[in-house]
């Protein structure tokens, strides 16, 4: 990963970090919980949440799993 991202990248990975610790708390769900629903770890849900790299698939599975369409998460 590049390390001079531009700031509007970084930006945008934490508001989607957001989104999916809010909904995420809005259905009671615990990251661990959440990343078994998902198959994911508990540190990738941890890592997306802080805003940080995140792979399409890893979105995908984290967005089904809060039962919401991955455009919700991407653009809020």
């Known amino acids: ?3 001079d991202q531009p700031q509007w ?3 945008a990975r934490r508001a989607v970090g957001d989104r999916i610790r809010v ?3 809005h259905l009671n ?12 770890d508990r540190s990738t849900i941890q890592r997306m949440e802080a805003g940080q790299e995140m792979k399409l698939s890893h ?3 984290v ?3 809060l039962r919401m369409h991955v455009t919700d998460l991407l653009h809020g």
Do not use: K, V
């Not at 769900?29 to 994911?40: C, I």
């Open 29 to 40: 769900l615990t990251q661990e919980s959440l990343a078994h629903n998902s198959g994911l």
């Open 1 to 3: 990963m590049p390390a």
């Open 63 to 65: 967005a089904h799993s």
């Open 9 to 11: 990248i970084i930006d």
């Open 23 to 25: 909904r995420r708390l």
């Open 59 to 61: 979105l995908l599975l």
